[in-house]
């Protein structure tokens, strides 16, 4: 956990109260929210990117996609550029990435995005806080939910995200 990592505070439609709150302390304000953001990296060849917690985090070594929490005044967009690059070494075009969904958790909105890449990229997963990154099939992403294998959180996000994801991931 990082005691200096900062959010903004935002409401139900996902607007910035004014408010920030410092990761970890105490008295999150009832009613409120935080953004947090993840990306579905797509190949060409309909390949999908999955990472795997560390060892060390919450929700140890289960598979879910990149993405963490966006720093206060960091856009939803900017976030979810930072996340993927900070946990893969992937760095996207912030212009490409298509939005895909917003899911609401109790206290956090999570704003899904798809990242459609040529090629085979070089995927260096961070250590810290990803064990290992696999491209796989959506059918597998499937698989993986079906078995237990996504972080917990993962269950509900993909149930509301999966169809779209899929959607807008394209054949």
């Known amino acids: 956990m990082v005691d200096t990592e900062w959010w903004d505070v935002i409401d139900e439609a996902g607007d910035p109260t004014g408010e920030t709150y410092r990761r970890g302390a105490n008295d999150w304000p009832a009613g409120r929210f935080h953004l ?82 040529h090629g085979v990229p070089d995927v260096t997963p961070d250590g810290v806080e990803v064990d290992r990154a696999e491209w796989v099939s959506w059918n597998e992403v499937e698989a993986r939910l079906r078995a237990g294998r996504m972080a917990e959180p993962w269950t509900d996000r993909l149930r509301a995200l999966l169809k779209p994801l899929r959607r807008i991931a394209g054949p």
């Open 36 to 117: 947090i953001v993840a990306t579905a990296v797509v190949r060409t060849d309909g390949s999908v990117l999955l990472t795997r917690r560390a060892a060390t985090k919450e929700f140890a070594l289960a598979w879910e996609f990149p993405g963490g929490s966006a720093l206060a005044g960091e856009s939803s967009r900017r976030a979810a550029r930072r996340e993927l690059h900070e946990e893969t070494g992937l760095l996207v075009p912030t212009d490409s990435l298509r939005p895909v969904g917003r899911f609401t958790e109790a206290s956090a909105l999570l704003d899904m995005y798809l990242a459609p890449v």
